[in-house]
Antibody
Framework: EVRLVESGGGLVQPGGSLRLSCAAS????????MSWVRQAPGKGLEWVAN????????NYVDSVKGRFTISRDNAENSLHLQMSSLGAEDTAVYFC???????????WGQGTLVTVSS | AIQMTQSPSSLSASVGDRVTITCRAS??????LGWYQQKPGKAPKLLIY???SLHSGVPSRFSGSGSGTNFTLTISSLQPEDFATYYC?????????FGPGTKVDIK
């Protein structure tokens, strides 16, 4: 069974930083691209970033470029999202999602809430 | 970035109804489109990939069609557990973009 468990969310002040993590199990983690998708409270879904199987390629939505960094540790079956210069617009539930090559993201974690507020 | 639109934004339907949701891309995306179902407080679930292929474990009452810029998701006979919000997603190029969602509720 594919299992994705996010952690690291919480309350952070504007301008602050936060690092999200995702623990993956139930599949061969190093064989898959992985994505982060977010959802602001009461709003729709927004794809944020993804990373290639070996970490050699990363893609980001324009609104987070230069502020967020996606990374992975295949030895630990973990995915990370380092977020900096956070603003209120980054308040959202962040989902870790498996991203099969050539297909849309398929399995999702339950999400971790990031709240940016003073 | 490719813009995705959906119609309607919401609809009311009864159990047993046939429901169709439309998704349109601002430029051609071949068949690189997925459909997701999301219930309140839960993570989205993939229903359809490659515009018309059923994801593993998804009931056959769900079907998808289309290519290029126009796509549809059809639920052939709405069940109580299908009341949810549905999103389309283009994975043709980066950044991947979602439609704004269609909320299906009980008439």
């Amino acid at each position: 069974e594919v299992r994705l468990v996010e952690s690291g969310g919480g309350l952070v002040q504007p301008g602050g930083s936060l690092r999200l993590s995702c623990a993956a199990s139930g599949f061969s983690f190093s064989d898959y691209w992985m994505s982060w998708v977010r959802q602001a409270p009461g709003k729709g879904l927004e794809w944020v970033a993804n990373i290639k199987e070996d970490g050699s390629q990363k893609n980001y939505v324009d609104s987070v470029k230069g502020r967020f960094t996606i990374s992975r540790d295949n030895a630990e079956n973990s995915l990370h999202l380092q977020m900096s210069s956070l603003g209120a617009e980054d308040t959202a539930v962040y989902f870790c999602v498996r991203d099969p090559r050539g297909r849309p993201p398929d399995y999702w974690g339950q999400g971790t809430l990031v709240t940016v507020s003073s | 970035a490719i813009q995705m639109t959906q119609s309607p934004s919401s609809l009311s339907a009864s159990v047993g109804d046939r429901v169709t949701i439309t998704c349109r891309a601002s430029q051609g995306i071949r068949n690189d489109l997925g459909w997701y179902q999301q219930k309140p407080g839960k993570a989205p679930k993939l229903l359809i990939y490659a515009a018309s292929s059923l994801h593993s474990g998804v009931p056959s009452r769900f079907s998808g069609s289309g290519s290029g810029t126009n796509f549809t998701l059809t639920i052939s006979s709405l069940q109580p557990e299908d009341f949810a919000t549905y999103y389309c997603l283009q994975d043709y190029n980066y950044p991947f973009t979602f439609g704004p969602g269609t909320k299906v509720d009980i008439k």
